[in-house]
T-cell receptor
Framework: KAGVTQTPRYLIKTRGQQVTLSCSPI?????VSWYQQTPGQGLQFLFE???????NKGNFPGRFSGRQFSNSRSEMNVSTLELGDSALYLCASSRGRAGGQETQYFGPGTRLLVL | TQLLEQSPQFLSIQEGENLTVYCNSS?????LQWYRQEPGEGPVLLVT?????EVKKLKRLTFQFGDARKDSSLHITAAQPGDTGLYLCAGASDSSASKIIFGSGTRLSIRP
């Protein structure tokens, strides 16, 4: 079974631009979560999508948005990029079943550098 | 606000030595997970502990969940260079991804 894939793996943008990152979950997984990882703040939850609906949201400004398609693939968009948005953006997928503890499987991440 | 503190932040030891990494919180978690992350990759789940006092072993790695489910430890016996990486603990208060809190990580380096 293929793992979680993220594209692109590396990206360089300048301040003010916008960026779209893509995540393909493991086949059969319906939940996709996005995280931002930085040396200073560690891993922080951005949002979770399940069946094309945002199910949960972290404490990030509205410049960070996402969506999920009918095939469970997800995209994350960051508008008006700031230097502080430079980070590793990780996507994780799970089956998304209600209740109980589910294992999340992480992709390799997209490393974004904002200049 | 729930916080998970990991210690130490950095650890560099000689191959063959033993080490323990700690993950502490003032909050109670329904489960706690340990991940290892290598450079350029996403975190990989090592273990999930759900019962207070639970001990799980994975080859040379021993994981323990505190009795009160507020803390956890990871002990590595006879460390190998392949154990090098960033170790993250993550506590969950329910099944929702937004309720998973990650620790800041322990960067482990094993010198040959």
């Amino acid at each position: 079974k293929a793992g979680v894939t993220q594209t692109p793996r590396y990206l360089i943008k300048t301040r003010g631009q916008q960026v779209t990152l893509s995540c393909s979950p493991i086949s059969g997984h319906r939940s996709v979560s996005w995280y931002q990882q930085t040396p200073g703040q560690g891993l922080q939850f951005l949002f979770e999508y399940f069946s094309e609906t945002q199910r949960n949201k972290g404490n990030f400004p509205g410049r960070f948005s996402g969506r999920q398609f009918s095939n469970s693939r997800s995209e994350m968009n960051v508008s008006t990029l700031e230097l502080g948005d430079s980070a590793l953006y990780l996507c994780a997928s799970s089956r998304g079943r209600a209740g109980g503890q589910e294992t999340q499987y992480f992709g390799p991440g997209t490393r974004l550098l904002v200049l | 606000t729930q916080l998970l503190e990991q210690s130490p932040q950095f650890l560099s030891i000689q191959e063959g030595e033993n080490l323990t990494v700690y993950c502490n919180s003032s909050s109670v978690f329904s489960s706690l997970q340990w991940y290892r992350q290598e450079p350029g990759e996403g975190p990989v789940l090592l273990v999930t502990v759900v019962t207070g006092g639970e001990v799980k072993k994975l080859k040379r790695l021993t994981f323990q969940f505190g009795d009160a489910r507020k803390d956890s430890s990871l002990h590595i016996t006879a460390a190998q260079p392949g154990d090098t990486g960033l170790y993250l603990c993550a506590g969950a208060s329910d099944s929702s991804a937004s309720k998973i809190i990650f620790g800041s990580g322990t960067r482990l380096s094993i010198r040959p």
